[in-house]
């Protein structure tokens, strides 16, 4: 069998991790097996559009890395990947459910509909329609239909309802507990649990992997599948993801957007790598993973059936190992817009890179970075403690020594200024902190940071001594 699988997001805003994960899950599985991952956007919801919303997300894939085999972004025919634009698909097959009485209009008011929920919840019971318009003839519904606003809703058997899932295996619903679903509302436009059936179905989708808040109601769907006499795709419901406080990962408790992530610098690496170990354990306790080697090591028998925790302390230090175990080129470039919009002239290559190389070992975001770049190419700005500590006498000793010494050549390696810390002892008499606070304030404004070898091969010699005369 040839597995086909579909990631199919809904245009409302920014692609949420989550959203992530699931098109992950499906892109690896397809990957594995050999099939294929069509992207389809699922529209038919008019007032939660979000313009531009489709053409963002399709962008973000890109910037993450994952390709899809079939949609907007492979094929001419755009259209039929929007759901929007498949109405007439969605008219026929809901005049065939009509046909055989496994759906029905309804054509009951808001107001009406708001009251019984009411008076259920008043009572304690399950929220569902209580079947007002089931008994309507159908020649009088059909006479009804060409004027009066209305809903087609699917009939719901009496026997319980049972499907299995790849993650939690034999699931058992009572027909008592699933409502008379909207197929099709009052716009003309069908809701997500028809058109995705109907669309899985027409586009040859052979497994359905999504969150486990679609469990639910994946009865319906079933039923859809057996009222059409359609074979079951496989379901594949993913664990929900969790906030540390065991909640529903939700924007109130922090960012949920792929793309605030890659804003605050984390690299699209690492977001693959972190958001794959939401839900699937590898054989081993190995944590870290290329792409390409996710695609060889993925399996939907080891998709687990617990939530799993949106750790951020974790995805920090995920992003600070791939910052300093990737190559110093590809950290310089990325970081190269964060550094230029600061207004950083960075045309000296190897000062740029030396720079990069240090703040990539003190930080775990990109954007984080910038604040260990600064000192070296800016001006500093000294505190009035700062000057009290600079002006001090034995200070004062200490930058005039150096700056005489290093004026001798223009050349100095890590050895050499080693050596000139001890001379500076032997000299002057000044050691310890009274020696290192002013030599490190004078040339990187803080008294702490990296050594000073390595802030003077950053600075180069010569921004090195035009740093000291300053402060004499």
Same mark, same amino acid.
């Given at each position: 069998?040839?597995?086909?699988?579909?990631?199919?997001?809904?245009?409302?805003?920014?692609?949420?991790?989550?959203?992530?994960?699931?098109?992950? =899950?499906?892109?690896?599985?397809?990957?594995?097996?050999? @099939?294929?991952?069509?992207?389809?956007?699922?529209?038919?919801?008019?007032?939660?559009?979000?313009?531009?919303?489709?053409?963002?997300?399709?962008?973000?894939?890109?910037?993450?890395? /994952?390709?899809?085999?079939?949609?907007?972004?492979?094929?001419?025919?755009?259209?039929?990947?929007?759901?929007?634009?498949?109405?007439?698909? =969605?008219?026929?097959?809901?005049?065939?459910?009509?046909?055989?009485?496994?759906?029905?209009?309804?054509?009951?008011?808001?107001?009406?509909?708001?009251?019984?929920?009411?008076?259920?919840?008043?009572?304690?019971?399950? $929220?569902?329609?209580?079947?007002?318009?089931?008994?309507?003839?159908?020649?009088?519904?059909?006479?009804?239909?060409?004027?009066?606003?209305?809903?087609?809703?699917?009939?719901?058997?009496?026997?319980?309802?049972?499907? =299995?899932?790849?993650?939690?295996?034999?699931?058992? &619903?009572?027909?008592?507990?699933?409502?008379?679903?909207?197929?099709?509302?009052?716009?003309?436009?069908?809701?997500?649990?028809?058109?995705?059936?109907?669309?899985?179905?027409?586009?040859?989708?052979?497994?359905?992997?999504?969150?486990?808040?679609?469990?639910?109601?994946?009865?319906?769907?079933?039923?859809?599948?057996?009222?059409?006499?359609?074979?079951?795709?496989?379901? /594949?419901?993913?664990?929900?993801?969790?906030?540390?406080?065991?909640?529903?990962?939700?924007?109130?408790?922090?960012?949920?957007?792929?793309?605030?992530?890659?804003?605050?610098?984390?690299?699209?690496?690492?977001? /693959?790598?972190?958001?794959?170990?939401? @839900?699937?354990?590898?054989?081993?306790?190995?944590?870290?993973?290329?792409?390409?080697?996710?695609?060889?090591?993925?399996?939907?028998?080891?998709?687990?059936?617990?939530?799993?925790?949106?750790?951020?302390?974790?995805?920090?230090?995920?992003?600070?190992?791939?910052?300093?175990?990737?190559?110093?080129?590809?950290?310089?470039?990325?970081?190269?817009?964060?550094?230029?919009?600061?207004?950083?002239?960075?045309?000296?290559?190897?000062?740029?890179?030396?720079?990069?190389?240090?703040?990539?070992?003190?930080?775990?975001?990109?954007?984080?970075?910038?604040?260990? $770049?600064?000192?070296? =190419?800016?001006?500093?700005?000294?505190?009035?403690?700062?000057?009290?500590?600079?002006?001090?006498?034995?200070?004062?000793?200490? $930058?005039?020594?150096?700056?005489?010494?290093?004026?001798?050549?223009?050349?100095?390696?890590?050895?050499? &200024?080693?050596?000139?810390?001890?001379?500076?002892?032997?000299?002057? @008499?000044?050691?310890?902190?009274?020696?290192?606070?002013?030599?490190?304030?004078?040339?990187? @404004?803080?008294?702490?940071?990296?050594? $000073?070898?390595?802030?003077?091969?950053?600075?180069?010699?010569?921004?090195?001594?035009?740093?000291?005369?300053?402060?004499?």
């Amino acid at each position: 069998m040839s597995i086909k699988v579909r990631f199919a997001p809904s245009p409302t805003g920014y692609l949420h991790v989550g959203g992530l994960r699931t098109a992950l =899950y499906n892109y690896l599985y397809a990957k594995k097996a050999g @099939g294929k991952l069509v992207l389809r956007i699922e529209d038919t919801d008019q007032n939660r559009k979000v313009e531009g919303a489709e053409q963002l997300l399709i962008s973000t894939f890109e910037k993450i890395g /994952i390709s899809f085999d079939e949609g907007p972004m492979q094929s001419g025919e755009d259209g039929h990947y929007f759901q929007s634009q498949r109405l007439d698909i =969605y008219n026929n097959h809901i005049q065939l459910l009509l046909n055989n009485g496994n759906a029905y209009p309804c054509f009951c008011s808001a107001e009406r509909l708001e009251r019984v929920r009411d008076k259920q919840r008043e009572n304690k019971e399950t $929220i569902i329609y209580d079947r007002h318009c089931l008994n309507i003839s159908k020649e009088a519904a059909k006479d009804r239909m060409k004027s009066e606003p209305h809903v087609i809703r699917m009939k719901i058997p009496d026997e319980d309802v049972v499907f =299995y899932d790849v993650v939690r295996e034999k699931v058992s &619903i009572k027909s008592s507990e699933i409502d008379d679903q909207v197929l099709m509302k009052t716009d003309g436009f069908p809701t997500y649990h028809f058109a995705n059936v109907v669309d899985d179905r027409l586009m040859g989708i052979t497994h359905v992997m999504r969150g486990e808040e679609w469990l639910p109601s994946t009865p319906k769907h079933v039923l859809l599948y057996q009222f059409f006499g359609w074979k079951l795709p496989k379901f /594949i419901h993913l664990p929900l993801l969790l906030n540390p406080d065991k909640s529903k990962l939700s924007k109130r408790q922090g960012d949920v957007a792929v793309e605030d992530y890659l804003d605050k610098g984390y690299l699209p690496e690492t977001l /693959i790598n972190f958001v794959a170990l939401l @839900g699937w354990h590898p054989k081993n306790d190995r944590e870290f993973f290329t792409l390409k080697e996710l695609e060889e090591e993925f399996s939907i028998k080891r998709i687990q059936k617990a939530g799993a925790v949106f750790d951020i302390e974790k995805l920090k230090w995920m992003n600070g190992h791939y910052l300093r175990e990737n190559k110093l080129e590809e950290i310089a470039e990325k970081t190269r817009s964060v550094v230029t919009k600061a207004g950083l002239d960075i045309s000296d290559k190897r000062k740029y890179l030396s720079a990069i190389d240090n703040a990539r070992k003190r930080v775990d975001t990109i954007n984080d970075m910038l604040q260990h $770049i600064l000192p070296f =190419y800016q001006n500093l700005d000294f505190s009035k403690e700062d000057l009290k500590l600079l002006k001090k006498d034995s200070s004062q000793k200490v $930058i005039n020594f150096w700056s005489e010494q290093l004026s001798s050549k223009s050349d100095w390696n890590e050895v050499e &200024i080693k050596s000139l810390v001890k001379e500076t002892t032997t000299i002057t @008499g000044v050691k310890g902190k009274d020696l290192f606070f002013p030599l490190r304030l004078a040339l990187f @404004g803080s008294t702490q940071g990296p050594d $000073i070898p390595l802030i003077i091969e950053i600075l180069g010699v010569e921004e090195t001594i035009k740093r000291f005369k300053m402060l004499l």
